[in-house]
Structure formats: C-alpha cells, structure tokens
C-alpha cells in the first residue's frame, strides 16, 4: 500500500522504538479525507485535536503546520491520519513536562467505499464486548483502541459494516469506528460519551448543523430500547460521512428526512471547504 | 540514554508508522531484569506473555528466540523489556488473521534504586484517577497503559515512590507500575485482577512462593479500610522486587514477616535462574 508519510515534517523519519505513543498509546489521532488537497471538516478536526491534546496534557502543533504538511502528503484526494505522541522517552510512565512529542502525518488511499451505503443504509450488528467507563478520558481519540480492535475481530461477514457498543449500563453508546445518531417523532439524540466512546469530528459537525438548523440534538444516554424504537437511526464518521442503518438484527428501517438532511448539510459544508 | 534493541531480530531496524502496537496500542510488553545475560524470573515472564498473547489472540515466539535476542541485546547487566504487536498493516481496527507480528528487544541501563526503599519501605498516595473496569482486557500486560500514564502524572514529589489505584466500586487494585499484597493476622492476600489491573510476572512468582510455603494467597477484593488494617503492605514488580510499604497519608507501617520473607524467596529463586 502506498504511504506517504512525514515523521516530525521529514519524509525519511521514523517512530522510535522507544516512542510513548508505541510504550503506552501515549497520544492522539484523527483521520480525515482530504479532496483536491484541501482537509475536510477541517474545523472540527481542529477543535477535537485541541480538545484531545488537553485531556492528554499533550501540545497540538499550529494548524498552518498541520496544514502544510496535510498538503505535502495528500497533494489530491486521500485519507490522512494524523497521530500525535508524546514522542519518545526513557522508561516508566512518568515523563518530562518539556517532553518533545512525535508528529506523524500519512496518507492512505481514500478506501473504496460502495454510494449504496449511504443511499441504501447500512446492516449492523450489537457486539458482545462492553465499553469500559473512564471519564478521564472518555471523548478523545486517543491510541488505547484495543476495545475498538476486540469488538471489530468479533465478525468478518462483509455485508456486516458496523458493530455497535454499549456500556455495562445499558447504554449504546457508539459503533466500533462511528458515531451513532437516533431521531424518533423528528426529535434527534446522540449518546453522551463523558464516560465512554470517542467523540469524532463528524458527529461535531452534524450537531453544529442541526444547531444551525433550529433542529437540536439532545447529548444524553440512549438504552437499547429506544434505539430500537426510534424512527431513524444513522452513523457518522470522517471517511464514511453519514450512513443510514438499514438493519439490526431483525429490526429495519428506511432511510430517514434527518439523515437525508444531515447528508446533504455534510455535502454543502464539505464544497465550501477552505 | 544507552538503549541496544532488536525489531524483529534487526539492530537496524525500526518501527513503522503504520504498526498497530502505535495506532492502536495493538500489543503487549514485558519488562524483566537480566543479570549477567540471565532474564530473571523468566519461567513467569513466559507464562504471562503466553497468556496475555492468548487475550490478545497475538503469537508468541519461541521462548528460545526470545532468549537468543534478550542474551544480544542484554549480555551483562541489564533492564529489558519485550514488546509484541500485531505488526504494521493498513487503516481499520481489523486484522488479517496472519497478521505478521512486530517483536522488540530493548536493553536499558539498570534504574538506579535505593537499598532502602527494599529495606525500611516506601512512601505511597492514593492516586485520584481511577481505574476502569474492562473484563476482556484486565491483567493483560498490553499497551493500552494511559490509565497508568495519567495516574503517575499526579505527583512529582520523588518521596512518594508508588500510586494506589482503586475501582470506581471501592476496591484497591494496583500501584501504577507494581502489584499489592496485604497480610493480617499471617493471612496473605492480593487484589482480584479480573476486571482491572495488570496481573504482574513477580507478582505471579510471590503466589508460587506462597504457594511452595504453604502460607497460601487470598485472590479477591479488597476495600480500602481493609488495606489500611492490614498489618502488612508491600508491592511487587520486577524491577523493585519487593517494597515494603511504610506509610501512606497518616498511616504508618514496618516491613513485616512476610515482606522479609518473600525478599528472601525472590533473591534465592533469582540466585537459582537458569
């Protein structure tokens, strides 16, 4: 596969083998698409990267350098993935206050991904593992994803695209790589993930476009059985976009006016990208 | 900082950037002392890397390997530490079943330690953050380590030699790099590290100890008032050995008969190493 990649801004670089973020999942990341060079959604990318870094304690480099280096890597289309260490030290979990963190900026191919998807809806599955509850450090990217990589080894059936988790409360919290939305009688409502989950960049900009739409989403936990229940339920996240759920189980819906909104709102926002 | 390591038995090799170990904290580590090219306590250093392999669903080497490459980079005196990932791959939290694993060897200079601390004990705190509970993953030994990470960033105070991690239902778990044993009336017991914590290769060899003495080990639940009523406190790691704990807040303890005993047990099994 072809990688383009800056390590701390040099091509040639590579991650120490003594780098945190290696030791102790000691950072950051996001994944973003970037068109014809520019990254999209890139506000909120921004502001979760900000966000991120200080539930870690860790320094976010300047947005104009990011950018530079986004554009070095990903000139035209691609998938970026930014990570963000806290570079590389000695031993043991206590570290410097200056410690000198490690940037990693690499582009992917943008991944085939079929328009049926997001037309259509996508099937799901409720995976067995359940979220564990950190409030620390619930919200943010960051690399201990060993949950994310558990609950998505429990199925390879391809026509599944996305597993959905829940916490030990009961609670749906999230799906293994998205954000997860329900609306029932049009009112709209996404977990609360201060105790688990990843809060993504996409979910960010549906909620600042149902904001911007007079439609409010309400940020508080969602049981099983409301999800159910509801009249549309979608996933977001900053490869896929939006997804309609098409099926859970034996349960199945039509993709939604909400979703359809949404898809079109994310569509507008990313034409009128910087 | 002197650091002689192995990637997958290279001297020139490095880590990619792409490597799950970094993106995901997709692996697990061990860190073991080696005296005059002997890893000690190597019989359990094994047998958690093969357990925690078996949660992780990752290959272990060969034991032979291992040695081979712990004797290269650790011919006299030193620390080392192992680290298995599920090696480099694309994007996405799947993973090929024949995933090619990545293996380092890293050798450091020896911590410098006080006698003391081994001697008359150490000083402790009740660090704030506390645990998350996570069935699938506990006692693993893997990278997702930013609970441990964010624990021992609570002090800097070098008097205070270990943090005291609880769950959120009341239970001591762990220091933030060392297991807890408690002792009351001659009865041994540590914490349940079924749903949080790191379930240590020394402390695995104290059980055996334990064991061999017939003096046996309750592996169960422990509050905090009952940790503060024990006669006895101490932590294990491999690289400490043995602590005594001698005080945390107001509460003051001596090292105990067990505490004298189990040094004893581990120097005399480290004197034996093959």
Not at 23 to 40: M, S
Not at 74 to 94: E, M, N
Not at 130 to 150: D, I, M
Not at 168 to 173: D, L, P, Q, S
Request: net charge positive; with cysteine; charged share 25%.
């Amino acid at each position: 596969m072809r990688v383009l990649r800056l390590v701390n801004g040099n091509p040639h670089g590579s991650v120490e083998a003594t780098d945190r973020g290696l030791a102790y999942g000691d950072g950051i990341f996001r994944t973003l698409l970037v068109r014809g060079g520019r990254p999209l959604n890139w506000k909120h990318h921004l502001a979760r990267l900000v966000a991120d870094g200080g539930t870690l304690g860790l320094p976010v480099p300047e947005p104009e350098l990011l950018r530079r280096e986004i554009a070095t890597v990903a000139p035209g289309d691609a998938l970026v993935k930014i990570v963000l260490t806290r570079g590389a030290s000695g031993r043991g979990y206590a570290f410097a206050a200056d410690a000198s963190p490690t940037r990693l900026v690499m582009a992917f191919p943008v991944p085939a991904s079929s328009a049926t998807y997001a037309a259509e809806g996508v099937a799901v599955r409720r995976c067995a593992l359940v979220l564990s509850e950190q409030p620390r450090l619930a919200g943010a990217k960051h690399l201990n994803r060993l949950e994310s990589v558990l609950a998505r080894s429990e199925w390879t059936d391809p026509a599944i695209r996305e597993g959905l988790l829940g916490d030990a409360r009961g609670h749906v919290i999230e799906a293994t790589a998205a954000n997860v939305f329900i609306a029932r009688d049009g009112a709209l409502a996404t977990p609360d993930l201060s105790r688990s989950g990843v809060a993504g960049a996409q979910r960010a900009r549906v909620l600042a476009l149902a904001r911007d739409a007079g439609i409010g989403c309400a940020l508080r936990d969602i049981g099983w059985d409301e999800f159910l229940a509801a009249d549309e339920v979608f996933l977001t996240n900053s490869v896929i976009g939006l997804w309609p759920v098409a099926r859970l189980g034996e349960r199945r819906w039509s993709p939604g006016p909400l979703a359809r909104r949404f898809q079109a709102g994310i569509e507008e926002d990313d034409a009128r990208a910087p």
